[in-house]
Every structure is written in structure tokens, then in C-alpha cells.
């Protein structure tokens, strides 16, 4: 596992940088520091995850899993947004339909690029 955590304070982001293999554990593990930043819980930074060097190492329905624990944070994720920028074709469909379960069940807007230009785009707009 090798993920690197930093803060954009100029865009009010948390740019969120993971390699090698991803599984849920790592998530999990990133999800723990970023509820422990000021920034991301009170001052409404936004989540630019970039996974282009990382291949997702978890089944599809552990997306489910990650969805239900966000969805267990309440208001701390309302009205915030996520890019994800990923490479790998499995990595890509696993977001994809972690972004579809997302718009159904929490505030909290996730989408998908496979550039950082674009994500950043849209996460400043």
C-alpha cells in the first residue's frame, strides 16, 4: 500500500494520490485520515483521488460496502464533490458504478476522469 495525502489550500482541496494495488483496507485506511482533517470536514474541501497508477485489487460489490459507510457519515460528506482519475479498464468500470451508487443514495457528488485537467475542472466549477 502506498497512498500520499496532501492539501491544496489555493482550490480548498485534498488531493489524494494512491499506487500499486487498492483494496477496500486502503480506502478505508485514507477515508480514517481525511475525517481527521479540519479541512475536508469543516471547511468543505473537496476529494481529487487519483488512482492512474493504482489497479483497484477488491470484487465490484465491495463498492456496495464503501457506499453504505459513506452514507453512514450523515452530513459530513453533503454538498461536497470527488473526482476520481483512473487508467486501468477494471479501475474504471469498479468507479463507474461506485459513482452511479453514489448519485443514488448520498449527497455527495463523485465523478469520473481520466485526466487531472478535467477532474480539476469540474471540481472548481
Not at 481527521?36 to 497508477?53: C, G, I, P, Q, T
Not at 460496502?65 to 470527488?82: A, E, H, Y
Not at 448519485?103 to 472548481?124: G, P, V
Amino acid at each position: 500500500m502506498s497512498f500520499t495525502i496532501s492539501l491544496d489550500h489555493d482550490n480548498k482541496l485534498v488531493r489524494y494520490r494512491h499506487s500499486g494495488n487498492l483494496k477496500m483496507e486502503d480506502i478505508g485506511m485514507a477515508w480514517d485520515n481525511f475525517l481527521n482533517m479540519k479541512e475536508f470536514v469543516h471547511e468543505k474541501y473537496n476529494l481529487l483521488s487519483d488512482y492512474r497508477d493504482a489497479v483497484f485489487d477488491m470484487d465490484i460489490d465491495e463498492a456496495y460496502k464503501i457506499i453504505s459507510i459513506l452514507d453512514s457519515m450523515g452530513s459530513t460528506l453533503d454538498d461536497k464533490k470527488q473526482s476520481i482519475i483512473v487508467k486501468d479498464p477494471y479501475s474504471t468500470a469498479g468507479s463507474i458504478l461506485f459513482e452511479q451508487l453514489s448519485r443514488q443514495q448520498l449527497n455527495f457528488k463523485i465523478k469520473i476522469f481520466s485526466t487531472e485537467k478535467a477532474a480539476l475542472e469540474w471540481l472548481l466549477k
